[in-house]
């Protein structure tokens, strides 16, 4: 938190650590990190572990660490680990995806003024995710359909459901897991500002009904090979319009108000 360095900060102080730690006990099996988040595979009961993270907590003044052990299920990040079918056949461990207590399931509501590729992206991805999580396929089709259901109660409809999440099957798991080549060549990007009043199919229409402008040249057609795709940024809201991020000093904040007062309160009221 605070500088845009903090997280790389993070990374450095915590290897640091970590060579501190790591050659001290051998009955560290594994160790992985993310950020200030280990899954560590100790060999070893709860109370050795325990004796270990003691050490730890040592090694440090204000770094403490804490942590939740079992012998059956772990969770790590969005992950639960445990021993499940595969581990008493083949001795693997089972994932599925893992989600807190507290979870509100507060989703992007469908009346939000949002491009239609935004609902499509999300519901997408957040499918993409529990297919690469669980691998067992009961429980891929439990949190899918469970995810569905609450989309439902944001308005969304079965159809389009559907479409977002017809092109993810469970089959192709073993695909969604390799890691997705991008493209060298930059793509040409058209900007708009998002508004309810911007119809995203039909603006994709025009711009592909006149694409010919552009293939049809010989230069352009090398420097643009491909069609652009839209992006859209945030319109102004009202707390733009009522909230002033920074004042440089109190002259600025008389200012404000003044503007505040004379422009903006009269037309937000006719507004509402």
């Not at 605070?2 to 650590?17: N, R, V, W, Y």
């Not at 079918?85 to 469908?110: A, H, I, M, W």
Request: charged content about 30%; proline content about 4%; some cysteine.
């Amino acid at each position: 938190m605070g500088s845009q360095a903090s997280l790389e900060i993070c990374d450095i102080f915590m290897h640091k650590l970590e060579k501190s730690i790591l050659p001290t006990d051998p009955r560290i099996i594994r160790w992985f990190r993310y950020r200030d988040d280990i899954l560590l595979h100790f060999n070893g009961n709860i109370s050795e572990l325990s004796v270990l993270v003691n050490k730890m907590n040592k090694i440090h003044d204000t770094i403490k660490f804490t942590m939740e052990a079992s012998h059956e299920s772990v969770t790590y990040l969005d992950l639960t680990i445990f021993k499940g079918k595969n581990f008493e056949t083949q001795g693997r461990l089972d994932t599925k995806v893992y989600t807190k207590p507290t979870e509100t399931y507060q989703y992007l509501d469908r009346t939000s003024a949002h491009p239609l590729a935004t609902f499509k992206g999300f519901i997408k991805g957040e499918v993409l995710r529990y297919a690469r999580l669980s691998n067992n396929e009961n429980d891929f089709v439990s949190k899918r359909d469970n995810f569905k259901e609450k989309l439902l109660a944001r308005n969304y409809t079965a159809q389009e459901l559907d479409r977002a999440i017809k092109g993810v099957s469970y089959r192709e798991r073993s695909d969604l897991l390799l890691p997705k080549l991008r493209e060298e060549n930059i793509p040409l990007v058209f900007k708009t500002t998002c508004t309810p009043h911007i119809k995203t199919k039909e603006l994709k229409e025009i711009f592909l009904r006149h694409w010919h402008l552009i293939s049809d040249d010989p230069n352009l057609c090398q420097i643009f090979p491909k069609p652009p795709f839209l992006a859209y940024k945030r319109a102004h809201n009202l707390k733009d319009y009522l909230v002033k991020s920074r004042f440089k000093s109190n002259g600025d904040l008389e200012t404000f108000h003044e503007v505040y007062d004379d422009k903006y309160l009269d037309t937000l009221i006719e507004a509402l």
